[in-house]
């Protein structure tokens, strides 16, 4: 079920302003796909334009190629709203919806799709969900209770559990450690190398030993300078990128020598 994606000379824009140039790159399945770079270099603008979640902002368009096996992403025949359902994202702070229980909040996005659901599907998936973002046992006795009486590190795993309950092919996933104790992170971690037997996912991340520890590939982002576009300056297996990284700049920013 998992998914490749080909990157094919994209270019992002909001409106006149070229955020980011030229990406090219191939995104393995069952694979963890890490981007890494400064602020402002347009991480988080790529990640959107996986799931066209970068459209929904006025004026924001797209260039270039992006296909998901073999299927382009952007052709005008492709729902965006069903591409979205297979292609999930969890966000950089944890979203869940504040009126919502546990269990609503996780079968939020299944409830788009199909309004009735016999009660025992939805326990199922509710539970199967849970224990996926390994959240199960912290909370099976509260599903009843609102999602936002939870810890940080608990509503972020209640995101991903409601990323996954619509079972999509691809989870992107936008700093989803950066407001995390390092025993939440460590969790999200392990998580995320469990996943990875069933989906393709790609991350985004601040934390070089996150990227390290956690995924196959790394692409490491720059800017030339501000108010430039940013690209991709390097794409590589992560082991390569830690060591020897094709790219003096690469070298550079992985060992804090940059700015
Ligand atoms: N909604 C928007 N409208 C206009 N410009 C935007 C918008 N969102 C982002 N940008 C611009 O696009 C560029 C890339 O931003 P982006 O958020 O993708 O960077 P990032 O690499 O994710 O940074 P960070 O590490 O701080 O999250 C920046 O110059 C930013 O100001
Ligand atoms: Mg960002």
Same mark, same amino acid.
């Given at each position: 079920?998992?998914?490749?994606?080909?990157?094919?000379?994209?270019?992002?824009?909001?409106?006149?302003?070229?955020?980011? =140039?030229?990406?090219?790159?191939?995104?393995?399945?069952?694979?963890?796909?890490?981007?890494?770079?400064?602020?402002?270099?347009?991480?988080?603008?790529?990640?959107?334009?996986?799931?066209?979640?970068?459209?929904?902002?006025?004026?924001?368009?797209?260039?270039?190629?992006?296909?998901?096996?073999?299927?382009?992403?952007?052709?005008?025949?492709? $729902?965006?709203? =069903?591409?979205?359902?297979?292609?999930?994202?969890?966000? *950089?702070?944890?979203?869940?919806?504040?009126?919502?229980?546990?269990?609503?909040?996780?079968?939020?996005?299944?409830?788009?799709?199909?309004?009735?659901?016999?009660?025992?599907?939805?326990?199922?998936?509710? =539970?199967?969900?849970?224990?996926?973002?390994?959240?199960?046992?912290?909370?099976? $006795?509260?599903?009843?209770?609102?999602?936002?009486?939870?810890?940080?590190? *608990?509503?972020?795993?209640?995101?991903?559990?409601?990323?996954?309950?619509?079972?999509?092919?691809?989870?992107?996933?936008? =700093?989803?450690?950066?407001?995390? $104790?390092?025993?939440?992170?460590?969790?999200?971690?392990?998580?995320?190398?469990?996943?990875?037997?069933?989906?393709?996912?790609?991350?985004?991340?601040?934390?070089? *030993?996150?990227?390290?520890?956690?995924? $196959?590939?790394?692409?490491?982002?720059?800017?030339?300078?501000?108010?430039?576009?940013?690209?991709?300056?390097?794409?590589?297996?992560?082991?390569?990128?830690?060591?020897?990284?094709?790219?003096?700049?690469?070298?550079?920013?992985?060992?804090?020598?940059?700015?």
């Amino acid at each position: 079920m998992a998914k490749s994606i080909d990157i094919t000379d994209l270019d992002i824009y909001y409106g006149d302003f070229k955020a980011v =140039e030229g990406v090219n790159m191939t995104i393995k399945a069952k694979a963890v796909t890490a981007f890494i770079g400064p602020s402002g270099c347009g991480k988080s603008t790529f990640l959107r334009s996986l799931n066209r979640m970068h459209e929904v902002i006025p004026g924001a368009r797209v260039e270039g190629k992006v296909t998901v096996d073999g299927q382009s992403l952007y052709d005008s025949a492709i $729902d965006p709203v =069903e591409v979205r359902r297979r292609i999930g994202m969890v966000f *950089q702070r944890p979203n869940p919806f504040p009126t919502m229980s546990i269990y609503e909040n996780v079968l939020a996005g299944n409830r788009l799709n199909a309004k009735r659901m016999p009660k025992a599907t939805a326990d199922t998936i509710v =539970e199967k969900s849970l224990r996926g973002a390994n959240l199960w046992n912290e909370v099976k $006795d509260r599903l009843g209770k609102p999602g936002m009486g939870l810890s940080g590190g *608990q509503q972020q795993r209640l995101c991903i559990a409601r990323a996954i309950a619509v079972e999509p092919e691809v989870l992107l996933m936008d =700093e989803p450690c950066s407001a995390l $104790d390092p025993i939440s992170t460590a969790a999200i971690e392990d998580l995320i190398h469990e996943l990875k037997s069933d989906y393709t996912i790609v991350i985004v991340t601040h934390n070089m *030993q996150q990227a390290a520890r956690v995924s $196959d590939d790394t692409g490491f982002f720059n800017l030339k300078a501000a108010g430039q576009p940013g690209h991709l300056v390097e794409f590589n297996p992560t082991k390569t990128m830690f060591t020897t990284p094709d790219n003096p700049d690469t070298e550079a920013y992985i060992s804090g020598r940059f700015g």
